[in-house]
């Protein structure tokens, strides 16, 4: 299980803001087994552009690689897994790196979402 701790993981983040006057924000981590932890969401309280908004977006993002690993921790073994939270709850995507298409095709993602069966 590619489990880093939470100095590591908010060294290593890169955080992406939709633009300057948003709370939407996207980070991504590299883990120790070469894949990819991505994070979406959005702050809320705390002043844009400030080092307590990218503490907090850094938090949320913690918070939902640690609840990731718990409930499902082979899905950080098996390829890239991406998180993105919305009004409608929270919507993960696993894309395999261990395997090659066939020719003509791409890789398949697995999603969980709300309301999926």
Same mark, same amino acid.
């Given at each position: 299980?590619?489990?880093?701790?939470?100095?590591?993981?908010?060294?290593?983040?890169?955080?992406?803001?939709?633009?300057?006057?948003?709370?939407?924000?996207?980070?991504?981590?590299?883990?120790?087994?070469?894949?990819?932890?991505?994070?979406?969401?959005?702050?809320?309280?705390?002043?844009?552009?400030?080092?307590?908004?990218?503490?907090?977006?850094?938090?949320?993002?913690?918070?939902?690689?640690?609840?990731?690993?718990?409930?499902?921790?082979?899905?950080?073994?098996?390829? &890239?897994? %991406?998180? /993105?939270?919305? =009004?409608?709850? +929270? @919507?993960? #995507?696993?894309?395999?790196? &261990?395997? %090659?298409? /066939?020719?003509? =095709?791409?890789? +398949? @993602?697995? #999603?969980v979402a709300p309301g999926l069966p």
């Amino acid at each position: 299980m590619p489990a880093i701790g939470y100095h590591t993981f908010g060294e290593t983040a890169q955080i992406t803001w939709a633009n300057p006057h948003s709370p939407d924000f996207t980070i991504t981590v590299p883990l120790p087994n070469g894949h990819t932890f991505t994070y979406s969401g959005s702050v809320a309280g705390v002043p844009l552009g400030t080092q307590n908004a990218v503490d907090q977006a850094v938090d949320m993002a913690w918070q939902n690689y640690i609840q990731g690993l718990q409930s499902n921790p082979g899905a950080f073994s098996e390829g &890239n897994v %991406t998180v /993105a939270s919305s =009004t409608q709850g +929270q @919507t993960m #995507t696993i894309t395999p790196t &261990n395997i %090659t298409p /066939a020719p003509g =095709t791409a890789y +398949q @993602t697995v #999603t969980v979402a709300p309301g999926l069966p």
